[in-house]
């Protein structure tokens, strides 16, 4: 296609809040170098991958693929994670991606793509490897954030290496925003008007051991003396990089939200220890127990791996047992596929996929359970709402958003207020909880 100063693009994002954050700065670059954001069909399709799953990475072919169909002109750009890890695969399978790049020089995309258009750049492959030398790359939002909880992502890598997951090698090793450039960005997200702000990062706990005389609960408290009426919430925090002074410091303030995202992946010792996760069914055990001896009402939310490789039937139920015992406010259960280039990838006792299937099944279902628990001992208690949209319900019409909590509610309303409202839970349902405004 010809360039032109008002070429149109779109962005399609998969994965985590981290992901969700560069999509939307990829966006802010390549509209201050003039390019023009549609939802519709596009000149420029830039597709944000994953690669955590091989579905995930199925996702983002598949949608490189619909883009060439939908505008087989178009320039397809295929970013992210997934061609970080593989692109000399997706080279071979992939022909319709026009312009492949990783997790690193994503803030000159917009010169890379100019260029692709001018028929300066021949090169298809703009995929760097991670040589332990990479530094965090800083990529402002300068055109605002299209969601009404923005994401600031403060940290990225991680040197965990777990047996299953490609993550280190897609993101390389641990580094961090400084701490004046978060301050500043949330700064400006407040000054801005936003409500809540979330913080998120490969390896969130380990924020600022690459940064003399910081961590992450002294970004914290920093960020709490922030004037305004906002909120913070935490992203993925890894067990073993919580210390007691984060739930401490979470309780003590008004802006850190009492909820947690701590994944498990097994309550079985002998299947932590093969993943290579570096803590025990108890030390989790006491984790949760902590954090709420410091907040009754916190919420904890968990991740399983359900069939890794050598799961016994025991495994399992040991995984269901902890889930219970601690009545996790939800879980996310997820059956084990392998990731090429992995250590677990060589494993060779396999679970059979329809035992797979079952213990997802009852996994899932006891996510249910859990929902309903805790959304159950929420009635009768106040919490603090960020509406999000408006929303028809056999004739009645409710803001709903989430609660500081992390639990979903609606309230009558006369129109959506983006503003943390107090309210009374009065009702549970299947979908959240139901409340009235307290003036």
């Known amino acids: 296609m010809p360039v032109s100063e008002k070429a149109t693009f779109k962005v399609i994002n998969f994965g985590c809040p981290v992901n969700q954050y560069e999509a939307c700065a990829m966006e802010s670059a390549m509209q201050k170098a003039g390019f023009e954001k549609i939802s519709e069909k596009a000149d420029i399709y830039i597709v944000n991958s994953c690669v955590v799953t091989a579905s995930a990475a199925a996702g983002a072919r598949r949608t490189v693929r619909g883009a060439k169909r939908e505008n087989p002109e178009a320039l397809t750009v295929l970013a992210g994670c997934y061609p970080q890890v593989y692109y000399r695969e997706i080279e071979k399978q992939l022909s319709e991606a026009d312009l492949i790049i990783g997790t690193t020089g994503r803030a000159m995309l917009p010169g890379l793509i100019r260029d692709k258009l001018a028929g300066r750049l021949n090169q298809k492959i703009m995929v760097k490897e991670h040589d332990g030398k990479e530094v965090f790359e800083d990529m402002p939002l300068e055109y605002g954030y299209n969601r009404i909880r923005p994401v600031v992502k403060v940290q990225e890598g991680c040197n965990e290496y777990c047996t299953y997951c490609i993550i280190a090698w897609a993101r390389g090793k641990p580094r961090s925003l400084s701490p004046q450039r978060v301050i500043e960005q949330a700064v400006y997200l407040v000054k801005l008007g936003y409500k809540e702000i979330i913080l998120a990062g490969n390896h969130l706990g380990i924020y600022g051991r690459d940064i003399p005389g910081w961590d992450l609960v002294k970004l914290l408290k920093e960020l ?86 050598g799961e016994k039937e025991s495994d399992h139920q040991k995984t269901m047992e902890i889930i219970e015992d601690l009545q996790l406010s939800k879980i996310h259960a997820f059956s084990y596929s392998p990731r090429p280039g992995t250590p677990a990838e060589k494993f060779t006792d396999n679970v059979r996929p329809d035992v797979k299937k079952r213990r997802v099944k009852e996994l899932r279902s006891k996510d249910k359970e859990l929902e309903s628990n805790f959304k159950s001992r929420m009635v009768g208690k106040i919490l603090f709402v960020l509406p999000e949209r408006q929303i028809e319900d056999e004739g009645c019409v409710y803001s709903e958003g989430l609660s500081a909590n992390n639990v979903r509610v609606r309230i009558l309303t006369d129109g959506v207020k983006e503003d943390i409202i107090k309210v009374k839970a009065v009702k549970a349902y299947e979908w959240g909880v139901l409340g009235e405004q307290v003036l």
Do not use: W
Request: glycine share 4%; proline share 6%; charged share 25%.
């Open 224 to 309: 709490d003396n922030i004037s305004g009426k906002f909120r913070i919430r935490l992203n993925y925090l890894e067990p073993m990089d919580v210390q007691d002074k984060l739930f401490e410091t979470a309780a003590s303030s008004s802006k850190i939200c009492p909820h947690f995202y701590l994944p498990m992946q097994s309550g079985s010792d002998l299947i932590l220890k093969k993943m290579g996760r570096k803590y025990t069914s108890d030390d989790y055990r006491n984790l949760v127990r902590k954090a709420r001896a410091m907040s009754p009402d916190v919420s904890v939310f968990s991740d399983i791996i359900t069939g890794f490789p």
